[in-house]
């Protein structure tokens, strides 16, 4: 299986990848609401960036609002949600490690409780952004089972989400050949549609091109 690989940011992603139907944008991300009161001067941007499809987090480290986001998306309207989960997850820095999942088990369930919410739903998937990344480069992902617990979560996506369309971020800081070996390796464990190369970042598509089509070739 040759995995997909785009080119653009993770909010045009979202376009291509429904075409006729739309991404979901019903609920307003906590950090625009405070750029925009904080900065008026910035509104005339946050206005441009709200005509694009944003997706929503799905944490261990702050509240749960899949049911709310669930709930308001309607019709063709197809919510995209990014999970960020992984028991000690960014291991290397840890800006972010803190958080409800101490160990495999819990991940797991946490995962599987996105998974029966969102059942036979058409959704879009972007899954622990970093973590390949930390694999092909940082021994301490591998110390913290990284690749054991996505391939969990993508087999629970696989088996539980039939109209999902999953999509592993790939840090593009990530060491190339390693992180294709990771990729391989995870893509045994379930449904994989491809990999996104700018999650919460600004790089630009002439900066991702070549990576991409390496990434592109390597995992064919």
């Not at 749960?64 to 063709?76: E, F, H, N, R, Y």
Request: with cysteine; glycine share 6%; aromatic share 8%.
């Amino acid at each position: 299986m040759k995995l997909l690989v785009p080119l653009f940011t993770l909010s045009t992603l979202l376009v291509e990848l429904t075409h006729a139907a739309s991404i979901c944008n019903a609920l307003i991300p906590y950090s625009w609401t405070q750029a925009a009161s904080s900065n008026p001067k910035l509104q005339g941007a946050l206005n441009e960036l709200s005509k694009n499809a944003v997706a929503t987090w799905y944490t261990d480290r702050g509240g749960d609002a899949i049911s709310d986001l669930l709930q308001k998306c309607s019709g063709s309207q197809v919510p995209s949600i990014v999970i960020y989960g992984l028991p000690n997850k960014d291991c290397a820095d840890g800006f972010s490690s803190s958080g409800n999942n101490k160990d495999a088990a819990m991940y797991k369930t946490w995962v599987q409780s996105l998974v029966s919410r969102v059942g036979s739903r058409e959704v879009v998937y972007v899954l622990e952004p970093d973590a390949i990344g930390l694999l092909s480069n940082n021994y301490c992902a591998k110390e913290n089972n990284y690749l054991d617990n996505l391939k969990v979560a993508l087999g629970l996506i696989s088996s539980g989400n039939p109209n999902a369309k999953v999509y592993v971020d790939v840090a593009s800081w990530a060491n190339v050949a390693e992180a294709t070996k990771v990729l391989n390796n995870l893509k045994t464990a379930g449904r994989l549609d491809g990999v996104t190369i700018n999650t919460s970042n600004y790089k630009t598509n002439a900066q991702l091109m070549s990576f991409c089509s390496t990434i592109s070739g390597a995992t064919g």
